[in-house]
T-cell receptor
Framework: GAGVSQTPSNKVTEKGKYVELRCDPISGHTALYWYRQSLGQGPEFLIYFQGTGAADDSGLPNDRFFAVRPEGSVSTLKIQRTERGDSAVYLC?????????????FGAGSRLTVL | AQRVTQPEKLLSVFKGAPVELKCNYSYSGSPELFWYVQYSRQRLQLLLRHISRESIKGFTADLNKGETSFHLKKPFAQEEDSAMYYCALGMDSNYQLIWGAGTKLIIKP
């Protein structure tokens, strides 16, 4: 696609529910990242994929958070038993390895609100 | 611990005036520094990175390892520069970026 696509753009859920957030990166970008941005703060790293494997998941806050990228393209961030503190904008980004690992192209984000 | 500090949450200057957005970092290794920008209702996007040594939209930033700073500068601000600016730190052998909290830049007409 032309850019990084994230769905849904907005998700409102109740505490304790399960949510999935989807990211479709730029075609050909092998690296995919998830970041979380809370109000008034910069993005916070969650997880990085190189191809299908999670090369670095050290930013996932706890075992309620999980992400997959089964075919090396689309990724899904999964949050179990959501808590009010999970409310944030979840950003996905992708990059071309040749342009440098940290030259990121971001999606528009998925705003998650946990009531 | 690695950290990026942007001391100003909000910076407001008149059109045509010089702009300096401050960024300081804490990292003992070899840093890679970036400025990302988010215009109103748009996505976060790369503005510039220190290894490119480019000027983008009139902005420049020089990495000062002695002062551990990477301040963003523009000599004459334009109204279209109004946006949220984030400084980010990349660390060697690591694909994480550490981000500052951002500075909202408002250019007054």
């Amino acid at each position: 696609g032309a850019g990084v696509s994230q769905t849904p753009s907005n998700k409102v859920t109740e505490k304790g529910k399960y949510v999935e957030l989807r990211c479709d990166p730029i075609s050909g970008h092998t690296a995919l990242y998830w970041y979380r941005q809370s109000l008034g703060q910069g993005p916070e790293f969650l997880i990085y994929f190189q191809g299908t494997g999670a090369a670095d998941d050290s930013g996932l806050p706890n075992d309620r958070f999980f992400a997959v990228r089964p075919e090396g393209s689309v990724s899904t961030l999964k949050i179990q038993r959501t808590e009010r503190g999970d409310s944030a904008v979840y950003l996905c980004a992708s990059s071309l390895q040749s342009s440098g690992a940290n030259v990121l192209t971001f999606g528009a984000g998925s705003r998650l609100t946990v009531l | 611990a690695q950290r990026v500090t942007q001391p100003e949450k909000l910076l407001s200057v008149f059109k045509g005036a010089p702009v300096e957005l401050k960024c300081n970092y804490s990292y003992s290794g070899s840093p890679e520094l970036f400025w990302y920008v988010q215009y109103s209702r748009q996505r976060l996007q790369l503005l510039l990175r220190h290894i490119s040594r480019e000027s983008i939209k009139g902005f420049t930033a020089d990495l000062n390892k002695g002062e551990t700073s990477f301040h963003l500068k523009k000599p004459f601000a334009q109204e279209e520069d109004s946006a949220m600016y984030y400084c980010a730190l990349g660390m060697d052998s690591n694909y994480q970026l550490i981000w500052g909290a951002g500075t909202k830049l408002i250019i007054k007409p």
